[in-house]
């Protein structure tokens, strides 16, 4: 039996794990196996500029997080190498950036399992939401949308303007 100051650890590990699943818009848990030290020094640096929390993390602890959280059918992946990335902001950059990194490194970091809003994504949903563009360029688009009746209105009265003779002039006072 493990003594009292090493059980207290664990618990505060597994409360900060499941403290960061439940905050988790999103999670990808990844088997690294096989990844040299310059390869995740990449991923960890691309997973950071991206707003991912990415770590390696005990399964047995994870198993007792997951559980908390009402996850408990990601327990059979948690065996092996495993690492967790969680985006609290993007929702979909974990999935951007680990999908890139298991093709890049094809068969030796491969995707165990992912997560988004409590619910369990399958290998396809995975490759749905991979495939979107970020956040941030979602909302760009969003926005182009919005604006674009409004320039193309402006460029119309402008081109009736210029059609017109030009703007008139100012009214003397």
Do not use: H, W
Request: net charge negative; aromatic share 6%.
């Amino acid at each position: 039996m493990p003594n009292q100051k090493v059980l207290s650890e664990k618990q505060a590990i597994v409360a900060a794990l499941t403290e960061r699943i439940k905050n988790a818009s999103s999670g990808v848990f990844v088997d690294y196996k096989g990844i040299n030290v310059a390869q995740d020094n990449e991923l960890r640096n691309e997973l950071r500029d991206n707003g991912v929390e990415y770590s390696v993390v005990k399964n047995t602890l994870t198993r007792f997080a997951v559980k908390d959280c009402g996850l408990e059918a990601l327990d059979p992946v948690l065996n092996g190498t495993t690492s967790l990335a969680t985006s609290a902001g993007d929702p979909i950059a974990p999935f951007r950036v680990i999908t890139g990194y298991a093709k890049k490194l094809d068969g030796i970091f491969t995707i165990k399992a992912a997560f988004m809003d409590g619910k369990i994504l399958s290998e396809q949903e995975v490759a749905e939401i991979s495939a979107l563009p970020s956040k941030d360029a979602l909302y760009s688009q969003v926005f182009g949308t919005l604006l674009a009746p409004i320039t193309s209105l402006a460029v119309v009265l402008n081109q009736i303007c210029e059609q017109k003779g030009g703007a008139p002039a100012p009214a003397a006072e």
